[in-house]
């Protein structure tokens, strides 16, 4: 297991990553590692590699686009009103605000599913009041990846509905008959393990207060913070926003809503003409790098697969398994391992599940304990890779002043609150069910 391609250039990935390497460099060297110790060679590597990083494609364009957007609310009042009245709704109670922040996140997967869309645009501007109330921002990365990831393992609607579809189908696939339905009434448990983690963070481990220099915005910023007023710019930038979220529901094109909705801000008044280069740089330097991460991380997921050492290693985990206890935890354990490599819980499903549920079967789980393992499974990983939207939609809302890491910051205390209640409470509810 230690020799296999994707378990070795995961731990360069996490060793490079820790060693404060840009995170960048960490994901190609690592999948130069995968491709070379899976037989394919430098050139081939880097073939697949670029290739591969079609599969993020649209993502990378979002994020540019939302950055665009978020530098155009970012020049207006919105912002300002924005922190009033979340100021004056949390005062100065740190544990609410990040709970609170948790709560709407979730709105994202399920109820208005925009995933990530909300971050580059919602969190920039309350950094100076998380500045105030001197709250960790390792806590707000934990609240903001709980919503974002919890709501889709737990809830069927939204993204939750396509990754119980998926879960479903592969599951159905493989030999183990079960309905949405089945997927529903388990994988709550998921959830439920990784509100307790959203607890410990908070409560627990992050409710210290952190000091953070004020920089995002002036000192005549700040005191005007106290003083909201609407103008015809604000309209316009507002509409336009208002603009990308509907079409992006209606049309299903998260590229498509950010084009749309600058039209339309730039047609209203809302970005002057002489300002389109301006907001448009300015997006770039806010989220060009997270969108080139994401390109990255998919290339390196290519690699990992076309080694073929992802089936190799769940055949070999398929070998030592005896015994429910023992087998639950190495599925979930490896799982954890390929879900840190390609960055998708969505992706690991099809993986894992066409071994998994022959090997469940063998072992005596019943279809609820093999819907919770192959489920838990293909989430591990998601929160804490470096290579995931769960971190990386994070960490381009909250280093929007260069005060936060997204290793240190985001991905090691997002991993440490919710993969290990996940494979805990995964491994012991599976042997239970």
Known sequence: ?????VVISIIVMGVLCLARLNVLLAILISALVAGILGGLGIEKSI???ISGMAGNLETALS???LGALASAIAQTNLTTILIHYIAKFVQNRRLMFCLSLAFFACF???LIPVHIAFIPILIPPLIPLMNRLKIDRRAVACALTFGLKAPYVSFGAGFGLIFHTILRDQLNQNGVQVDLNDVASVMWIGGTCMFVGLLLGIFVFYRKPREYQNTYLSKKEMENLEKPNMQRKDFA???GAIIAFVVQLWIGSLPLGGLCGLVVMVL???IAWGEIDSVMENGFK???FIAFVMLVAAGFGAVLKETGAITTLVDYVATLTQGKLLGAFMMLLVGLFITLGIGTSFGTIPIIAAIYCPLALTLGFSPAAIILLVGIAGALGDAGSPASDSTLGPTSGLNIDKQHNHIWDTCVPTFLMYNIPLILGGT??????
């Open 1 to 5: 297991m230690l020799t296999n391609p």
């Open 63 to 65: 994020y540019i686009l």
């Open 237 to 239: 930038v507002l509409l």
């Open 428 to 433: 012991l509810a599976a042997v239970v069910l």
């Open 47 to 49: 073939s697949i590699l």
């Open 268 to 270: 209203l008044g809302g």
């Open 286 to 288: 806010m989220m060009a």
């Open 108 to 110: 994202s997967q399920n």
